[in-house]
């Protein structure tokens, strides 16, 4: 292993220690690929399904089984039940389905000194562990010591920041509260944080990134090199490393048991995944978009097949169709149907789509888990920021994710990503 | 600097003591700046004043304050989730009630009671939502300024 990467962590501070430059060992994930000029031909089409998850109640959710490897060497896993989300960044495992000793990232000279991390999601939720390095294999595929989080179950390992649980939600560090095995963030960004987290003036609380020593049980904040951060393993891809493809079949208006869908690696690096007749719409520097709606503009718009519901508005802005005993859903008495236009980033994509949301309760009572018509709320009485477009919006589409950075077919401007639909 | 270094210690240990700041006097709004080391901008509008935080961190909070005095709201936008239990104070406990029932995945967080009124949303390096607490609302303004 060699040296690489400067840290400078501010926990040194609060330990009352003058900050200094620390250097991390380990193995780090790689620089920036280039773009595909491979000559061989990978087999790219990961398959998925929809179902109720390990846990049997996570509707709507989106599941593969991805490969994780010590890097280097052919000591590998198999994981299933690895849920597919476009609204995050990097490979996430729950520590108790990882069998596989997978190396932790260190600071060089002191591998009592650990880095961890936090995600707090916006429900308040949260997954707190180490930052290890795998080989992921998915399909042909395969990413070469990629940064991943390993989910602590709770009550295990470091104690959690209070930080970490200030959203107020639950720690879902097991397979009950997460109902996956782990989460694979293939969304439109290389990385979990970014440039955000690369500056040790940014590292200030709450904040992702913590170096905790194992010897004292103290962590704080710190900020991560690129190389070091999660991220996205399709984009250390040797080749089909531009975004994904992510294909569902159109599910009846009464739900469907399962689904089978694929996950295709590349956006036009094969003849499976060229962009046809899509249409591109960029996104913002967030990874938002515009959806208009009854002459509103929703500014921070987005696509999500993590989420398992189309979440907009509020109930008493739609005729209070709240859900009675399921709060947050929406529970019309009869189906109500949608349409609303997108625009992308400096305008680049504009078209509108059509959506049903029919009565979630009675959904529910099917027992299915794959469902186009769920939906839910994301605002108060008072004016929303945006439409979640979650996994009912996937169904009977190809649904394209375009990382940041790389090169958008059709030589439209996207800096930031894109979707195509 | 003195100052930052105990914030920074408490944080780190956990000894938090009462943040509180929604349904708070004005004078809570410099331990949120404290808290997020934060530039702080303010200005007078129609009915309330009005602050903004900025953390190095990225992170963007508003705080709404009443001619009482009082903050009766709160907004924040940045790449990662704020503090909610710093921020909201001793309105944090009304989170637990949106937590029934099927559960939404990777979707917002809304709660609606008497008491408070919160809206969480977003992704991963992308988050935004705002409080408020209705009874405090100041007359002839609208929930609609907290966002």
Redesign the interface.
């Known amino acids: 292993m060699t040296l690489r990467n400067g840290w400078r962590v501010t ?1 040194g ?2 330990l ?1 220690v003058v900050t200094a430059l620390i250097v991390l060992a380990g193995c780090g994930g790689g620089g920036s690929p280039s773009s595909s000029t491979s000559q061989t031909t990978a087999n790219n089409t990961l398959a998925v399904e929809v179902n109720l998850g390990p846990a049997n ?5 989106i599941f593969a089984t991805v490969t994780v490897c010590v890097p280097g060497t052919s000591t590998c896993q198999s994981i299933p039940n690895i849920l597919v ?1 476009t ?3 990097g490979l996430r495992l729950l520590s108790s389905q990882v069998s596989v000793s997978l190396p932790q990232t260190t600071q060089s000279g002191n591998s009592s000194n650990v880095l961890q991390e936090c ?6 939720s949260y997954t707190w562990g180490q930052v290890v390095t795998a080989d992921i294999e998915m399909a042909g595929e395969k990413a070469s010591a990629v940064p991943v989080q390993l989910i602590s179950a709770p009550n295990t390992g470091l104690a959690v ?3 970490c ?6 720690n879902d560090g097991t397979v009950d509260m997460l ?1 996956a095995y782990g989460i694979l ?1 293939v ?1 439109g ?1 290389p990385y ?3 440039d ?1 987290c690369t500056s040790a ?8 990134y913590y170096i905790c020593s194992t010897s004292t049980g ?3 904040v710190t900020s991560v090199p690129l190389a070091n951060q999660v991220q996205n393993p399709v984009w250390l891809f040797p080749q089909d490393n531009n975004g994904v493809v992510l294909v569902l079949p159109s599910v009846p208006a009464g739900g469907q048991a399962t689904a089978s869908g694929s996950l295709i690696f590349g956006v036009a690096t094969q003849s499976d995944n060229a962009l046809g007749e899509a249409q591109i719409y960029a996104t913002d520097s ?3 978009f515009t959806t208009t709606y009854n002459g509103v503009a929703y500014s ?1 718009s ?1 696509i ?1 097949s ?4 189309i ?1 907009f508005l ?1 109930s008493a802005t739609l005729g209070n169709i709240d ?1 009675s ?5 929406y529970c019309p008495a009869s189906t109500l149907n949608f349409t609303v236009s997108n625009t992308g980033y400096n305008g680049v994509g504009q078209g509108s789509v059509e959506f049903s949301i029919a009565n ?1 309760d009675t959904l ?1 009572k099917t027992g299915f888990a794959a469902f186009n018509n769920l939906g ?11 439409f ?1 477009f ?1 996994l009912p919006f996937f169904f009977g589409r190809s649904m394209f994710v375009g990382i940041a950075g790389t090169t958008v077919p059709n030589g439209v401007s996207a800096p930031y990503g894109y979707w195509a639909y | 600097m003195k100052t930052t270094l105990t914030v920074g210690m408490a944080l780190v240990l956990g000894a938090v003591p009462a943040w509180a700041v929604l349904g708070q006097y004005e004078s809570s709004v410099s331990l949120d700046q404290q808290a997020l080391r934060g530039e702080l901008r303010q200005e007078a509008r129609q009915g309330y004043k009005f602050h903004q935080i900025t953390s190095p961190n990225g992170t963007v909070v508003r705080e709404y304050v009443s001619p009482a005095g009082l903050v009766f709201g709160i907004a924040w936008q940045g790449p990662f989730m704020p503090n909610l239990q710093q921020l909201l104070g001793s309105y944090f406990t009304e989170l637990q009630t949106a937590r029934s029932g099927v559960r939404r995945r990777g979707g917002p967080l809304v709660v609606q009671t008497d008491k408070l009124v919160l809206v969480s949303g977003g992704h991963m390096r992308s988050y935004h939502g705002h409080a408020y607490v209705p009874s405090l609302l100041p007359s002839n303004v609208s929930a609609e300024v907290v966002r």
């Not at chain 1, 995600?119 to 308040?124: E, I, K, L, P, W």
């Not at chain 1, 649980?165 to 639950?170: A, D, K, L, N």
């Open positions: 926990w501070r609060f009352g109640n996570y509707v709507n959710g989300d609204g995050s960044y995600v707090t999601y916006a429900d308040g920041p209070s930080a649980t200030s959203g107020g939600g639950p109902d963030g969304g960004y979990d944080c970014g955000g003036s940014s590292a200030v609380s709450p904040y992702p103290l962590c704080g967030y990874g938002n921070q987005f999500d993590g989420s398992n519901a979440d509020d859900c005993d399921n709060p947050g859903w979630a529910f839910g709320d994301s605002g108060s009485s008072i004016a929303t920021d945006y979640d979650g």
